[in-house]
């Protein structure tokens, strides 16, 4: 995951070289009248040093989204050129600064270089097209004599140490484009010796390997061939487990980003290498590499204070203080996610990567028991709920079958910067294909938000395409009795189960508010906690002597009965059965994947990690776009049998935020009747964190088990209460923003306006 590992070195040369494999110059074609030469050095990657001019200004950081390469000068000047050509391709750099400098892409690898004509000669632009890598006619002119005929003869021999880096594969067979029948003979010899089960599967579909937060140019070309041509086989053959298995594959071999050297096993091939040995059919050298590339230990204290160092001499102190939590937010924001980035500058640590935590997390997703709700009880016990859900299905206006269009607005609408699954595919990989992959693209989500997906696809590529992976943050408030950090667990599924679960989701959010709302307003109503806040106040004033209850279920995300969710859905919102069937009532359940397990010194330097995972058996799956209707949906039969049972108190949800204002007598019957509902849905009432208030200021009922609040609460983090109380939350809110302020302004300050 890529929250859990420790991040790359932020202060790398720019022309970086294939040690660090970024596909610097020796791994693609520099530009017209530019050499350069690639050599490793130890911690920061290698590649030569860029200068700045003698009239260059100060430092900037590069402007892509993800990029944090500190640039001697500004983008304009000589060293800035030289890095985004080097580094990024086109598409990559922000459309202001391709306008303001001129830049158009390559047409064979996409780098931009400056498209006007100097005074004398060709652009840049066109003098690189005319040598580029990847222009047929250089290829044909490079490989057209010689005594093999055209192609080039075998690599030279290996001497050296056993951890050098591997060779490049015979990169000049592009047995892709030549002998397509030949790769794909040999693809299915390299998937069909995968252990045909979960367990076999998982080395290949979850690997630990990180993945890059997009195409670098070295490997444009592979991608937007290797890419289109696994979503077409998926789409094709749906029933094959090995297409979905390569599939779930491919992301890993082709963008893995290797650990730097003293965290990796062996030093990894240059992206030019690694793309052809995909092309090439050589998959065992491309999957050695990404094994060997894991990051196997965080950068050492050392590393860090010499690169520091480094930095200071060079008059770059300030980036050299850039902390993870600040290139988080500072990514966030170059994807126009600005409250995001705002929660990541305050965001918890990641917990501690330790047997005792990882024990602590199999408690927050509980195994199945024969206790739960099972189908005829639920049928039992909310048959009115029930046939009105069935009755609701015949008007809600919902299609069945997902339109096209709902599929486009899912991949247009997808959010950028954020974290893969477990195969280490990104959406900027997805945008990154050509026209054929993006039609593959939209048939492939298409398929798996249908009924097809039920029919057709193999339990086993179902289980994988199920799975997320899973970051555990620290709750604040400090360590939990056991001594532990008390954790909050973030899913990250599969792209492209969160594309098909978004398209469903946007399909039918406003047929979804209309069945669940007034009561339950967590889907489909804008501004839900707004709502409910002024509905409680203006009821609270026009009954003072009620009294407020909020209602705290115990993990009820991961609790939640599935059987209620899906009985309640597939009757109300029969288009979301399939995704229901093939993600949730699986053969297996679906797993979430933790951390790397370390190797010991018999398994081999180089051998694939494990990694640790548990089985999700109940409740929701976390990440998923659909997770919240499918919690509310739950939730929503024990929200309605609360306000049956009680006609005379008004009873508001967002989600498993349960608030009821209700006569101070009636309070113990609400909070039996909310155990009671709660349990027929699997929710586990938690009476010791309800708590109760009286704006009359009476007191506690005799009896009360949950806690009472005398001067007031906090709903949805708006304070309700007396003068007072409102003001000292007021005041803990405004140091909240002053620490998110001072977050701000220990920014880079190239980064602030």
């Known amino acids: 995951m890529s929250d859990v590992f420790p991040p790359p070195p932020i202060l790398r040369s720019p022309a970086a070289g294939p040690g660090n494999g970024t596909g610097g110059a020796q791994s693609r074609g520099c530009g017209a009248g530019t050499t350069a030469t690639a050599t490793a050095t130890d911690e920061v990657g290698g590649g030569t040093p860029i200068t700045a001019p003698p009239s260059a200004g100060k430092a900037t950081i590069c402007p892509v989204d993800g990029c944090f390469v500190v640039l001697p000068s500004a983008l304009a000047d000589p060293p800035g050129l030289l890095h985004l050509r080097r580094a990024h391709v086109i598409y990559d750099v922000p459309a202001a600064d391709v306008a303001d400098l001129g830049l158009a892409g390559c047409r064979w690898c996409d780098s931009p270089y400056p498209a ?58 592009d047995l892709f484009s030549e002998d397509r029948s030949a790769w794909e003979r040999a693809r299915r010899v390299f998937l069909a010796a995968v252990t045909a089960d979960a367990d076999g599967w998982a080395p290949f579909v979850a690997s630990p390997a990180r993945t890059l937060p997009s195409v670098p140019p070295a490997l444009r070309r592979a991608w937007t061939l290797l890419g289109a041509d696994a979503l077409a086989w998926a789409q094709r053959a749906p029933e094959d487990p090995l297409a979905w298995l390569w599939l779930l594959t491919l992301p890993s071999l082709i963008f893995h980003h290797p650990a730097p050297r003293a965290a990796a096993a062996r030093p990894p091939l240059t992206h030019a290498a690694r793309g052809a040995a995909l092309l090439g059919a050589d998959f065992l050298a491309a999957l050695a590499d990404r094994d060997a590339g894991v990051w196997r230990s965080p950068p050492s204290p050392s590393g860090r204070r010499q690169r520091a160092r480094s930095a200071e001499e060079a008059g770059l102190s300030s980036p050299a203080q850039v902390t993870a939590g600040q290139r988080r937010a500072l990514r966030l924001v170059r994807a126009g996610r600005l409250s995001a980035a705002a929660r990541a500058l305050l965001a918890a640590p990641v917990a501690p990567r330790t047997p005792a935590v990882w024990d602590k997390a199999t408690l927050l997703f509980p195994q199945a028991t024969p206790a739960l709700a099972s189908a005829a009880a639920i049928e039992g016990e909310f048959p009115d709920a029930l046939e009105a859900a069935t009755t609701f299905a015949r008007s809600s206006g919902v299609p069945r079958e997902l339109p096209r269009e709902a599929v486009d607005d899912a991949l247009r609408r997808a959010p950028r910067g954020t974290s893969p699954g477990p195969s280490g595919l990104r959406m900027e990989h997805l945008r990154a294909l050509g026209e054929s992959g993006q039609a593959a693209l939209q048939a492939v989500v298409r398929l798996l938000a249908g009924p097809v997906a039920v029919r057709r696809v193999p339990p086993l590529a179902a289980h994988a395409l199920a799975g997320a992976d899973l970051l555990l943050l620290c709750k604040p408030g400090g360590a939990d009795i056991d001594g532990l950090p008390r954790l909050r667990p973030i899913g990250m599924p599969e792209v492209l189960r969160k594309l098909a679960a978004a398209a469903l989701a946007g399909t039918v959010r406003d047929a979804a508010a209309r069945l669940l709302a007034p009561l339950q307003m967590g889907v489909g109503v804008p501004n839900p906690c707004e709502r409910v806040v002024h509905e409680l106040k203006a009821e609270l004033s026009h009954h003072p002597s009620a009294a407020l209850l909020q209602l705290d279920f115990r993990n009820a995300f991961n609790l939640i009965s599935r059987v209620a969710a899906v009985a309640y859905l597939a009757r109300s919102l029969p288009l979301l059965r399939p995704y229901l069937d093939w993600v949730y009532l699986g053969a297996a359940a679906p797993r979430v994947y933790g951390w790397a397990v370390p190797a010991d010194a018999a398994s081999g330097a180089a051998a694939a990690l494990p990694r640790l995972w548990l089985p999700v058996e109940r409740g929701v799956q976390q990440g998923d776009p659909l997770g919240p209707l499918i919690h509310a949906a739950a939730m929503h039969l024990a929200v309605l049998r609360l306000a049956t049972t009680h006609p005379g108190a008004v009873v508001r949800a967002v989600h498993d935020d349960v608030v009821v204002v209700a006569p101070h007598s009636e309070l113990h019957a609400v909070l039996r009747t909310a155990a009671e509902a709660g349990a027929a849905v699997d929710a586990e009432l938690a009476p010791t964190k309800c708590a109760g208030w009286s704006p009359a200021g009476a007191d506690a009922p005799v009896g009360w ?3 009472w609040c005398a001067d007031g609460l906090q709903q949805f983090s708006v304070p309700l209460g007396t003068d007072a109380f409102v003001s000292a939350s007021v005041d803990r809110l405004a140091a909240d923003q002053s620490r998110l302020v001072a977050a701000i302004i220990a920014l880079p300050a190239a980064e602030l306006q």
Do not use: I, W
């Open 116 to 173: 006007s004509r100097k005074r004398f000669g060709m652009s840049p632009l066109r003098a690189h097209e005319a040598q580029c890598r990847g222009n047929p006619r250089r290829r044909l002119r490079s490989t057209g004599g010689g005594p093999t005929g055209g192609r080039r003869g075998p690599p030279p021999p290996v001497t050296g140490p056993s951890n050098a880096p591997p060779p490049a594969p015979t990169g000049a067979l």
């Open 705 to 707: 088990r949950a806690r």
